[in-house]
């Protein structure tokens, strides 16, 4: 097979960006809690059409488990078996979070509430609006939790897939915003632990489990 | 500025306004009643072959490298929303804006003339029957699509405007509707065109899903409407090859000298026509995720009338009798493997087709042609972002009634078995086009893993060789001409393009 003259040029060109392209960007270390620090971890998936909450996908409970854990956090992911009904029969994240903190055995609890809304059908795919709410806080100090909204698009290949898809497609975004809010959660509340690695990053230590209440 | 563009100017404004509609306060994860969602590619695309930045000629050889610029923008405002575990009346406004240019990218420039309010719809839930979503506007809807060749042949009400009902739980979705596609495939020569159809997909169980579906168009007699269906009977010793050639009333008064005003008159008659769906989707087998396969069979509709102008008189004939033939066949498979995954995924996808006009049974045209097609992609995920991607595609095409494509440089003036006939039926050298290409490069897509997963930026190199000369958009200047500046010297079978693109739904 003889190329032509501008199929080797072009060959040539894509070469010298894909060595451009070479360059890395070495991504930042997550900050680093001390580990006695424990977080319950709760989710719920609203259904749209009852009035019913379904599981979350596992998918993303073991993305913001890594995301967590990565922190050096031990994390403690409550049943949703525990919480079905509870989470069925109210939808205020406030209330949601009391009930979360009443089975918890931790110094703090984080909520993750997410509901999918199916938006059309869209250049070819299903559109998906994920709307998803993360709460953190103290399990002794429930009114100061900080929470975070985001509204993200899924879009989803397939008709049959589902709510459970569309967030679970999601898994990385919603994985490190929560773990985004966790550090924002700490910033003022965590001190520069003489222990801190030094990996030439800034590295915080949460206070002493004894500490949290003053959270 | 035309009042065109003075409309598309104004609804720009509205969307914009829309889009600061305020949105609900969340005490729990309600979703904001104004959101946005749309789909753009947009690409760079030097072309060293004198070409208009695409591949090949259409997406029959795969979607990548052979399309251009689009973007799509919908809007979507939840007029009352959905409240879980009550069965109280919701709704829900749609617009989608669409086109296929970008500034700097096409020859148009980005021009707003060649984007269009391509859907405008209400939805609503819980009015009359509960469960029931209604949706009054435009109905375009789909089993899903191939997305390899961007083709969706399971589509249905692509014209229609009216009202749709759709039924959905665990097991089926079935949705009926019912309107007019008369503007939609009339345009300016209006006339009602009514439609009727449906489509029910059954989920067996989980992994296997079928669908069936179809849709009716009749458009019926109108007396005294001249957009509306009518038939000219063809005087005697007429032939479809008089029709191919425009020559109608030529022939006629060559056979009837100065009775010009016994040129028959038109009769009013109906159309119909129709187009059936099916779908088999099957998946989550091991490294399988899933498979499509649609297949889809029509009747296309009749077109309506075209001018014969004969010593500077217009001539109107009326073709219904002669388009209302015209059959269509295709069937599409696309298969999605995770062969090693977070590694290599692969998909392939397969289309056939064949259309048949039993009405012409004399010349080669695009009504009666056989093809087949088969693209293969694969990913390699070199990092959770950063991925090496290599397509190959091979089409054959076939004319099923003589030559409709030129093989070489010098063929200009075969266009009858091989000699010069400027009023042949066939044109060209050719009665087949085979086409292989090949894509590579690598890619950048910021969510992960995934071969559709978006955003995705992609630098790619796309190699064609085809069997027709010049088989890719060009400004070549394509004639013997002695005084031609710009003379071929030789057959061009291969093309190739660079490519940076980027591609999102969002």
Known sequence: ?215 | MGRTQVRSRRLLVMLLLLSLWPTSALAETNPDRFSAGGYFRAMARPDFDGGWSRLGLWNLYGRLLNEGPWAALELKLDALQQEPGTHDVWTSLHAKLEGGSVHGADVRNGSLENYSLSQLYVKAGNVLLEGVTWQMGTLHTYFGDLGLYDMRPSDLFYDTVGVSALYQNDTIDLLVGFGDSGYGKRGDQYSTILTAGGSLRVRLVDGLELGVGGEFFYEPEVQGNRFAPHRTPLPQNITYEDYVRHEIVARFLEQNPGREDEFPKPVPTSSSSYKLVGYLGFGKLGPLRWNNLFVNFGLRHPDNFYTETVAGRNYTLYTQALTDQRYELNVGNEMQLALVPELLDLVWAGVLGTRTDEDNKVSASEDNRFFYSLVVRGQLYLTETVHFLAETSYAHENSKQGNLWRGHYNSVFESQDGLANSEGLEFGDQDNRNTWQLKTGFVLNPTGYGVFARPSIRLLYGLQHSTMHNAFGNSFVETLDQFNEFRETSDRNWHSVISLEAEAWF
């Open chain 1, 1 to 215: 097979m003889r190329l032509p003259n501008s199929s080797k040029t072009a060959l040539l060109l894509l070469a010298v960006a894909v060595a451009t392209l070479t360059a890395c960007v070495k991504p930042a270390p997550v900050t680093q809690y001390a580990p006695s620090t424990t977080v319950a971890l709760a989710f719920a998936l609203d259904d749209t059409q009852e009035r019913k909450t379904l599981e979350a996908p596992a998918a993303l409970v073991e993305a913001v488990t890594v995301a967590l854990t990565e922190r050096n956090l031990e994390v403690r992911v409550v049943p949703f078996d525990t919480l079905a009904e509870g989470f069925g029969a109210v939808r205020d994240s406030d209330r949601r979070l009391e009930q979360v903190a009443a089975v918890a055995d931790s110094d703090v609890v984080m909520l993750i509430e997410t509901r999918a809304d199916f938006y059309s059908q869209l250049s070819g795919r299903y559109r998906w609006n994920v709307t998803t709410k993360l709460t953190v806080a103290a399990r002794s100090d429930l009114a100061a939790a900080e929470a975070e909204t985001l509204d993200l698009a899924a879009v989803l290949s397939y008709a049959h897939e589902v709510e459970s898809d569309a967030v679970a497609s999601l898994k990385n975004d919603i994985a490190k915003r929560a773990g985004r809010l966790f550090d924002r959660f700490f910033e003022g509340r965590a001190t520069q632990g003489p222990q801190a690695l030094n990996d030439g990053t800034a590295k915080k230590k949460l206070m002493p489990t004894a500490s949290t209440s003053s959270l």
